[in-house]
């Protein structure tokens, strides 16, 4: 009986922590791992055009499950593609095991062809980082790895030269049981007390939630209700605390709208829920703080604060719930409330205003098309840019929806590929690809990945010609828009001509009909939708000056795009409020 390789060893352990897809290009180095994932069932190889894609895709799918997703590069140029995409996945948090194949070990050091260093390239974006270099190393190394990705929540990088990759396993090789699973954290006694009494001094209270709460809906809600506390949110807390949400304020940021600026700022107690929302711009310099966050190093790096509260959200609030004093004043609540649909109702006339006969289409109304034609259970995918912008506004979160970006690495080009990952995970479920013209062609190669496959990924093509979100940095900082914009072709003829369904929109009136039939499509499907690319105008109001990189000084709408559902969502709110 022939004796195991590492290769061999390296992918059985892979299968065994739960993963199912390797996504990557074959080649020299990575050969003996891509042939031993052939003869493993259980586990695919998943052949991509770039392995940047690979890694986005990886991440996509982790941040979608919350377990461990896999990636992987040949030797120098080929794992040296993953770093894009894995800089998002670690960011995002998100449990990515990345391969970067190695030269031959005897080699290392000499300059050799396509001699790159994995183990120093990757340092910054992983949570661990290591060569093997003798089979004698398996599989504690991987084994490791695995467990810093999965416990820390991010990436964790293997460089493997493809001779080792070769070689036998030694014959006392180990292999301990995989912990696959992160527990919750609970803050200490201390701390829960500390925070009791915070809560308990403060007359309003506010809620600003990041993507921490995700999994806690429940948990916040009846703390609001029991501290009648306002409850904002960045952008990654909108699509798990928006919905199902009567105290819901809006966003904040640069994308923001609605009243969470001023509910923030006219609090005397603060309260940042699982976010390390980076525009300390936005929060306030004058009220206390506090924030809970699951990562201790998050605590106080934005921010000011009068205590940081090493947990999880859910676990925390489900102690300090039941001990803090119910308050009895709603006037805080009412006031922000009815400042949120004001705010609202100014600017909802922008997406509905003689949109069927506006040419080139608003994007604010594909977006909102979108949002109405998509299924309950859709899975989001939306490009860095103005597809933010419109993700932000229009898609309307109710629990089952799901939204996946670059919020945090910013990154171009990142919807198509986290589609990718986010279809393979699930054929049945509907994904759609919100892309910008700009994000769609840096990696457009993959979309050859959705024919090979057949994979159902919906792609929405807000084609304006130009990088809207740089032109817009350009504007405030009072320069004219210099090398933004693109000449495009006709994308639908492009996606035809290589066997996808697709269509071409122009006005308005095609829009809803060329959605609806691209959803319903079996097979993958892009809708080419010309859009205005002068959907940018900062209103007058706002002042360059105001402007400190993404940052405003004021919460004010920075874009006059219109809010989508988000308007009737806030009545619905405000019929809510007791009348005396």
Not at 3 to 27: D, H, N, P, W
Not at 347 to 356: F, I, L
Not at 378 to 393: E, H, K, S
Not at 504 to 524: F, I, M, Q, S, Y
Request: aromatic residues 6%.
């Amino acid at each position: 009986m022939a004796k195991q390789t590492v290769a061999q060893q390296f992918v059985e352990i892979l299968l065994r922590s739960g993963v199912r897809r390797l996504y990557g290009v074959v080649g020299d180095s990575l050969n003996p791992v891509v042939d031993a994932v052939r003869r493993t069932k259980g586990i695919d190889w998943v052949q991509v055009r770039h392995e940047e894609t690979a890694a986005f895709a990886a991440g996509a799918e982790a941040q979608l499950t919350g377990t461990l997703a896999a990636c992987a590069g040949s030797c120098g140029p080929g794992n040296l593609h993953l770093i894009n995409g894995l800089f998002d996945a670690h960011r995002s948090m998100a449990p990515v095991l990345a391969l970067a194949s190695h030269i031959p070990s005897a080699e290392i050091g000499t300059s050799y062809f396509q001699e790159t260093h994995p183990e120093r390239l990757f340092l910054e974006c992983s949570h661990y980082c290591e060569l093997i270099s003798n089979p004698e190393q398996m599989p504690r190394v991987l084994q490791t790895a695995i467990q810093h990705a999965i416990g820390r929540g991010g990436v964790s990088v293997v460089a493997l030269p493809g001779d080792i990759a070769d070689q036998q396993v030694p014959e006392r090789a180990e292999e301990h049981a995989l912990v696959t699973s992160r527990p919750t954290v609970r803050p200490s006694d201390e701390q829960i007390d500390q925070l009791v009494e915070m809560v308990d001094q403060a007359r309003r209270v506010t809620l600003f939630c990041g993507g921490g709460v995700a999994g806690s809906h429940r948990e916040v809600m009846e703390f609001a209700q029991r501290v009648k506390s306002p409850v904002g949110h960045a952008l990654r807390g909108k699509e798990f605390i928006q919905y199902d949400n009567p105290f819901d304020v809006g966003m904040s940021g640069l994308l923001g709208y609605g009243a969470a600026y001023e509910a923030t700022h006219e609090c005397d107690l603060l309260m940042l829920l699982g976010t390390d929302f980076p525009y300390n711009a936005f929060l306030p310099d004058d009220v206390r703080i506090v924030q809970v966050d699951v990562r201790p190093e998050h605590l106080g790096r934005r921010s000011k604060l009068d205590l940081g509260v090493w947990g999880d959200v859910g676990e925390t609030l489900r102690c300090l719930t039941p001990r803090v004093k119910e308050k009895k004043n709603r006037r805080f609540l009412d006031r922000m409330l009815k400042k949120h649909v004001d705010a609202l109702e100014g600017v909802v006339h922008a997406y509905t205003r003689k949109v069927e006969k506006h040419v080139p289409i608003h994007p604010e109304y594909v977006a909102s098309v979108l949002d109405e034609e998509a299924a309950d259970d859709a899975v989001f995918t939306v490009d860095t840019g103005m597809c933010n912008v419109w993700a932000a506004r229009y898609l309307t979160p109710n629990g089952k929806r799901r939204v996946i970006g670059s919020f945090r690495h910013g990154s171009m080009a990142n919807a198509l590929p986290q589609a990718i990952g986010a279809q393979f995970l699930d054929r049945r479920r509907q994904v759609v690809s919100m892309s910008g013209d700009g994000g769609f062609t840096m990696l457009m190669g993959d979309f050859l990945t959705l024919v090979q496959y057949d994979l159902p990924v919906k792609v929405v093509l807000f084609n304006n010609s130009s990088l809207g979100m740089v032109e817009l940095e350009m504007m405030v900082g009072g320069l004219p828009a210099y090398g933004t914009s693109y000449r495009n072709p006709d994308f639908a003829a492009m996606a035809e001509a290589v066997g996808v369904r697709a269509s071409r929109v122009e006005k308005p009136k095609d829009l809803r009909h060329a959605l609806r039939d691209a959803l319903r499509h079996k097979g993958p499907a892009l809708v080419d939708v010309v859009t205005d690319p002068n959907a940018l105008s900062i209103p007058p109001k706002i002042k360059a000056e105001m402007v400190t990189g993404f940052a405003l000084s004021a919460g004010r709408m920075v874009l006059d795009g219109g809010v989508g559902r988000m308007a009737q969502l806030a009545r619905s709110n405000l019929r809510n409020v007791p009348r005396p």
